[in-house]
């Protein structure tokens, strides 16, 4: 009996499961070598072969099964050439923000971004299942604490500020972390702070997205994400068929257009309000 859809999904992450796991040791014994540098050259903290295979199966599955399409690669080449500091200029940090539709999200950007780079992801730490815990370690994501609406700034704590500190060591070239060794690096953020489970609005950015982007001076690379599977189930966007497209936008340097953090926040909103469509009020969040 053929295997249905449904089943060859399972197999697929299943197969994804298997090869993060393999990387997650495969990493930890890692302590010398290229010093984090991928086969291209870019500061990559995941250079080994089993994430290269884990991301090449998950790019397989993103094309089959999303139909994924990517947009503006001409943007992404010009945030490369800033982050390897091309023309003899200073190598610039990058942080990724995009529009925030499924749990999807992050593996579409991650995945057209390629090899280019790795992108630490910043996440609320009440939003992430048990369940996921492992491939949220290697993923070496960013925990923020809680604020409410599980977004950045809007609380006082310190497990939220330590978070924002490492964030911003990070972008700025962090010389502690034991892959990067001070070289400039990537956080990916999503400035809407929860999922919005709907096609073509966004919901209000978070505001302490303008401090992290002013404090590290990283350039803003935008990524607009459209025709994501929007469920209620944080993770049922994973097995359903869509047509996703990521388009990345043109860099933004905030720190050369002189544009304070306090403002940051609603300039980077505003221009997603003109390529997604306008803010709505957030819809309740569950990841059952």
């Not at 749990?103 to 057209?112: E, F, M, R, T, Y």
């Not at 892959?179 to 956080?187: S, Y």
């Not at 002189?258 to 221009?271: H, M, S």
Request: proline share 6%; with cysteine.
């Amino acid at each position: 009996m053929l295997c249905s859809t449904s089943c060859i999904l399972w197999l697929i992450v299943a197969a994804a499961v298997w090869l993060l796991l393999a990387a997650i040791g495969a990493l930890a014994e890692r302590r010398s070598g290229d010093g984090g540098r991928g086969p291209d050259g870019v500061a990559s903290p995941r250079p080994d072969l089993s994430t290269a295979l884990a991301a090449l199966l998950i790019a397989v599955y993103l094309r089959l099964v999303h139909r994924m399409r990517i947009e503006g690669v001409e943007h992404l080449a010009a945030a490369v050439g800033a982050l390897e500091g091309e023309g003899g200029k200073k190598a610039r940090g990058l942080v990724v923000t995009a529009n925030h539709a499924a749990g999807i999200d992050p593996l579409l950007v991650q995945s057209a971004v390629g090899g280019s780079f790795f992108i630490r992801w910043l996440a609320a730490a009440d939003t992430v299942s048990p369940l996921v815990q492992p491939f949220v370690e290697f993923a070496d994501v960013i925990f923020l604490k809680s604020s409410g609406g599980g977004g950045v700034g809007g609380g006082n704590g310190g497990g939220e500020l330590a978070g924002v500190r490492e964030a911003i060591r990070y972008v700025q070239g962090d010389p502690t972390h034991t892959l990067m060794q001070g070289r400039p690096g990537v956080i990916g953020l999503f400035p809407e702070g929860r999922i919005a489970r709907r096609s073509g609005v966004i919901t209000p950015f978070q505001p302490g997205i303008g401090l992290i982007i002013a404090r590290s001076r990283g350039l803003v690379l935008p990524v607009v994400l459209r025709g994501v599977p929007v469920r209620d189930n944080t993770y049922r966007s994973f097995f359903v068929l869509s047509r996703a497209t990521v388009e990345f936008k043109a860099p933004i340097d905030y720190a050369a257009l002189g544009v304070k953090a306090g403002d940051i926040t609603a300039e980077l909103q505003g221009r997603y309000e003109k390529w997604v469509g306008p803010v709505v009020a957030p819809m309740g969040r569950t990841n059952k």
